[in-house]
């Protein structure tokens, strides 16, 4: 068996498009401001990729950038001031900030309405409590790609591997509310290879590179590497260990080209959701 390839970059063009789609037919554009802080390269180029999606699919959209010495209580300000402004119905605010500003504050700073990345302790509590509200953009993306590999969740193991706020602890509350059975590993899961090989679906969203090996694979399980890692060589990877698990896996989403464009698709998806929320429309 060879696994077949999960294409992030085909489903996240196509929800794109359907987005740019029903934006058309408002009559009206949904507005997302991004909030960078400071210099950090990479997310230079996610949020002008952002920027570039969003004004594709019919969003206004803008990036506010501010200087690396903001103080948090500057960058509060900002967010305040756009959460009163009635034209924007999206804010994000780019991580990681500059180590002097706490993303906590950040990010609760967010009014929970406009808070598309999902991250809002209001928003996490209302997934966390089967209630709708705003979920963030790289689980729900995994989400996507499972149900267009065609993966039962119903009844289905699950494994998400890390427990971050942003990602692994919304995904399984995302596959716990597809009935799926759900566990939660961690740095400190005993017999983690145990644990992923009872499986039927993989989320590997831990942050080292080719953790998870092909021999931890239940034949027959859909595998989604949520890992973007940079090695020294420059090549990107994911958290699994790709060729090793093609044998095992029914399929998987590569690095790169799996869950990391449907992030930003995503984003999109949840603009318009707190857009036509918000406007009662
Ligand atoms: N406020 C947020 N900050 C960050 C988030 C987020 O969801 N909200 N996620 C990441 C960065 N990110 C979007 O912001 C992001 C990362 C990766 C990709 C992507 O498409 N990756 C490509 C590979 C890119 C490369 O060549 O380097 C892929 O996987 O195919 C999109 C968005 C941290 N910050």
């Given at each position: ?32 401001v ?20 969003a ?46 500003i706490?993303?906590?504050a ?36 995994a ?7 065609g ?5 289905a ?58 021999d ?26 790709f ?35 918000r406007?009662?429309?």
């Open positions: 068996m060879t696994a077949t390839l999960i294409d992030g970059k085909a489903v996240a063009a196509r929800l794109r498009a359907g987005l740019a789609t029903r934006i058309a037919g408002l009559g009206w554009a949904p507005g997302l991004v909030v960078r802080v400071g210099e950090d390269p990479a997310s230079g180029v996610y949020v002008r990729n952002k920027d570039k999606a004004r594709e699919a019919g969003f206004a959209s803008r990036t506010r950038h501010l200087p690396e010495a903001t103080t948090e209580a500057e960058l509060l300000a900002e967010i305040a001031a756009l959460n009163a402004d009635p034209a924007v119905d999206g804010i994000l605010v780019q991580l990681p900030l500059p180590a002097h706490r993303a906590e950040a990010i609760e700073a967010v009014d929970p309405a406009k808070d598309v990345d999902g991250f809002h302790p209001v928003n996490a509590g209302r997934l966390a409590s089967g209630l709708p509200g705003l979920v963030p953009c790289t689980p729900r993306g989400m996507h790609l499972l149900a267009g590999a993966a039962t969740l119903r009844g193991r699950a494994i998400v591997i890390g427990r971050s706020q942003i990602v692994g602890r919304p995904m399984a509350q995302l596959l716990l509310g597809a009935d799926c059975t759900v566990t939660i590993a961690h740095s400190r899961t005993a017999d983690l290879p145990g644990e992923c090989r009872r499986a039927d679906i993989v989320v590997a969203a831990v942050g080292r590179p080719e953790m998870v090996r092909g931890w694979i239940k034949p027959g399980a859909v595998v989604i590497d949520v890992g973007i890692n940079r090695l020294e060589s420059g090549k990107l990877v994911g958290d699994v260990a060729t090793e698990a093609l044998p095992h896996a029914r399929a998987i989403t590569p690095v790169p080209g799996g869950v990391g464009p449907m992030t930003i698709a995503c984003l999109l998806e949840n603009t318009l959701e707190a857009a036509l929320a406007r009662g429309a």
